[in-house]
């Protein structure tokens, strides 16, 4: 990418993609040092933390998919192909939402295990996020 001008919904896409690879990445390289120092519970705490932040990342790349392509049609004048309804993805974003509570709750009251290590899970996607921003940024700068 050149610049900021060049930043389109393909970009957007790719993007959040390598956000969510990146956090799938570090999730698998530090389950295991979390599992040793802090034993079962706390890689259980960890991989309830990590694995509510993967799909958040994911949900949220959803819900922009379906967001941009139906303002690209609205855009358009109702001319461009059929996009996926908005209510099915607005139902699964609220339902990942229902369980990453549900997920919480049952891995803070009956795991027992380290709160950092669950804090430490939810904690990959916003650091996905922004090592993927800083990447934008200096191929803006370039």
Do not use: C
């Not at 990342?57 to 309804?85: H, I, N």
């Not at 990942?96 to 295990?113: E, F, N, T």
């Not at 380290?114 to 990447?135: K, S």
């Amino acid at each position: 990418m050149s610049g900021a001008s060049d930043f389109n919904d393909a970009a957007a896409q790719q993007s959040m993609q390598r956000a969510h690879q990146l956090a799938l990445w570090m999730a698998v390289i530090v389950l295991p040092v979390i599992g040793w120092k802090a034993g079962w519970p706390g890689a259980a705490m960890f991989v309830a933390g990590a694995a509510i932040s993967v799909s958040s990342l994911w949900e949220w790349r959803r819900l922009m998919t379906t967001l941009m392509a139906r303002m690209a049609v609205a855009d358009a004048g109702g001319s461009v192909p059929k996009v996926k309804p908005m209510g099915p993805v607005l139902v699964g974003f609220f339902l990942r939402l229902g369980v990453a509570v549900a997920v919480l709750y049952v891995s803070l009251k009956y795991v027992k295990g380290p709160v950092i290590a669950l804090l430490a899970g939810l904690a990959i996607g916003v650091v996905a996020l922004t090592i993927e921003a800083l990447r934008l940024l200096k191929s803006w700068t370039e």
